[in-house]
């Protein structure tokens, strides 16, 4: 009886670690489906900030290129690509809304290399064009340096440094609005659950301190946001219709 016990335990133990490894490769997504919904039903991606894309996109570069030096949890590699294919597919969103509601002619591109236009340029090109460059660099010097332990926990800091910083964007432009219009509340609650379960999961699973510190600070921005919302008022978001 014990050891067959035991072995429904193991059996258990086994299920829900694979519930949360997919959580953790897929969960991080889903708060952008609220948002994505409410951008084609609005036809208007003013509320959400796509710097919060730019974040992401180098927090998970940086990631995979960390992984290849200091191999962690595959879960935590392949949410980094799921979470890439998300910001791009947020990105082509924001730009097809923006395209299609432009008044002005003129267009600004990254070959322009003007950087009062940076990470606002007119084309999801533009945008691919960054994220090859900019991997292309991090495969460069990564491979330069791969034997340096120094530059590999400095790589890793500075991804989840990055990371910790996601819903900074959405923070400020809040602020700048004085409004939340426009920003899905549900995005933020589920960024909220996400971050509470992942540091958890970071905790249990005795992941790189990095890791740990940067689930807890997005926490407190998720819930800095969330105040916002809360003193701003739904006033500004009835309006959406």
């Known amino acids: 009886m014990e050891q067959g016990s035991e072995e429904n335990m193991e059996s258990s133990w ?32 003013e509320g959400f900030s796509t710097r919060v894309c730019l974040v992401l996109l180098v927090a998970n570069i940086l990631r995979i290129f960390f992984w290849i030096g200091k191999q962690f949890e595959l879960p935590l ?31 600004h591109h990254i070959t322009d290399l003007d950087l009062r236009y940076f990470w606002s340029w007119s084309s999801f090109e533009d945008y691919l ?19 340096w332990v120094l530059f590999l926990e400095a790589l890793g800091s500075l991804a989840v440094m990055f990371e910790a910083m996601l819903g900074l964007p959405q923070l400020l432009q809040n602020y700048n609005n004085r409004s939340t219009r426009g920003m899905s509340v549900k995005m933020v609650l589920l960024w909220t659950a996400g ?23 997005q926490i407190l921005i998720d819930i800095a946001i969330l105040l ?3 003193y701003y008022g739904q006033d500004t978001r009835i309006k959406l219709g």
């Open 228 to 230: 916002q919302v809360s």
């Open 14 to 45: 086994t299920l829900l670690s694979g519930l949360a490894s997919g959580v953790m490769v897929f969960g991080g997504a889903v708060p952008y489906v609220p948002q994505y919904q409410d951008i084609q039903r609005t036809n208007n991606a």
């Open 77 to 107: 590699l392949l949410q980094s690509v799921v979470m890439i294919f998300t910001m791009l597919a947020m990105l082509h969103l924001c730009c097809s809304i923006q395209s299609s509601n432009r008044v002005s002619t003129k267009q």
């Open 129 to 147: 064009i960054f994220c090859f460059a900019f991997t292309l660099l991090c495969a460069f010097i990564t491979f330069l340096f791969l034997d």
């Open 195 to 217: 971050d509470i379960f992942k540091t958890t999961y970071f905790v249990i699973n005795e992941s790189p301190t990095q890791f740990v510190v940067c689930g807890a600070v």
